[in-house]
């Protein structure tokens, strides 16, 4: 199966696993946008809530976007 062919699904059983649980699912989505770099990415009402949900969420799991983006930019450095 193609990794975006999956659904996702948060699991643990305490907290602080299921935040880490949330959190690899957001970073692997940034990784698949990362490798495939789609030239437009197309979400229902995408802007207003979509994007803004998964900056939340990563906020509330201990971590941001930002650190992220950056930690798949310097994997995709360090590996090339």
């Known amino acids: 199966d193609e990794p975006w062919s999956h659904i996702f699904k948060i699991s643990g059983t305490t907290e602080e696993e299921k935040n880490a649980s949330e959190l690899e ?6 990784k698949l ?6 030239d437009v990415i197309c979400a229902h009402n995408g802007e ?10 990563a906020e ?5 976007m930002e650190e992220i983006s950056k930690n798949e930019t310097a994997a ?5």
């Open 60 to 64: 509330m799991c201990g971590s941001s």
């Open 76 to 80: 995709a450095i360090i590996s090339a």
């Open 33 to 38: 946008i990362y490798t495939f770099k789609p």
């Open 25 to 30: 699912i957001i970073e692997l989505m940034c």
């Open 48 to 57: 207003n809530f979509d994007w803004y949900f998964l900056i939340v969420r």
